[in-house]
Nanobody, 125 residues
Framework: QVRLVESGGGSVQVGGSLRLSCVVS????????MGWFRQAPGKEREGVAL????????DRHVSVKGRFTISQDYAKNTVYLQMDNLRPADTAIYYC??????????????????WGQGTQVTVSS
């Protein structure tokens, strides 16, 4: 059974930073595409960033390029999302997702089979 546990959310002011963590247990970590997604109230869950655990390939949504960085600690089965220069529009519940795959699929919710419980990020002006 694959289990994902997120942590690191919180409340910050505009321009602040947070680092989210997602610890993966179960399954074969080296064969996952890991993704960070977010869901604001009344909106659909949207993809933020992806990383393919086997080779470290990454991708980010255009709205967070230059501000968010996805990375991993392979030895700890942990994926991170460093979020800098946060804006009120970044306020959402952030979820970690895993797709057992030979590469990363498109950054959409339905492509990811496993999910964590989410962590709240609130950015105030």
């Amino acid at each position: 059974q694959v289990r994902l546990v997120e942590s690191g959310g919180g409340s910050v002011q505009v321009g602040g930073s947070l680092r989210l963590s997602c610890v993966v247990s179960g399954g074969t970590y080296s064969r996952y595409c890991m993704g960070w997604f977010r869901q604001a109230p009344g909106k659909e869950r949207e993809g933020v960033a992806l990383i393919y655990t086997l080779n470290g390939w990454t991708d980010r949504h255009v709205s967070v390029k230059g501000r968010f960085t996805i990375s991993q600690d392979y030895a700890k089965n942990t994926v991170y999302l460093q979020m800098d220069n946060l804006r009120p529009a970044d306020t959402a519940i952030y979820y970690c997702g895993a797709a057992p795959s030979g590469g990363c699929p498109a950054m959409i919710e339905s492509n990811f089979a496993y999910w964590g419980q989410g962590t709240q990020v609130t950015v105030s002006s």
